[in-house]
């Protein structure tokens, strides 16, 4: 199993699943991540926190802890 945690620079990955329980699941698919999207890492910040990701036409940071709840391919 892979996650967005684990996605390098540059790469763009599918969302396969969605992991976590109640609101934080709810708060990820309220920004846009659901299963299926194609989500472009455009870059991580010196520190390894946050990500920043583009999907859906639009431009997103997402902690890594958040980004090790998506389950990507």
Do not use: F, Q, W
């Not at 976590?20 to 455009?42: L, P, S, W």
């Not at 583009?54 to 997402?62: C, D, K, P």
């Amino acid at each position: 199993m892979k996650t967005l945690k684990e996605a390098r620079v540059g790469e763009t990955v599918v969302v396969k699943r969605l992991h976590g329980e109640g609101a934080v699941k709810r708060r990820i698919m309220d920004m846009g991540i659901t299963k299926g999207v194609e989500i472009y890492v455009r870059k991580v910040a010196p520190l390894g926190d946050p990500m920043e990701l583009n999907l859906r036409g639009y431009e997103l940071s997402v902690r890594k802890a958040d980004a090790e709840m998506i389950e990507v391919e």
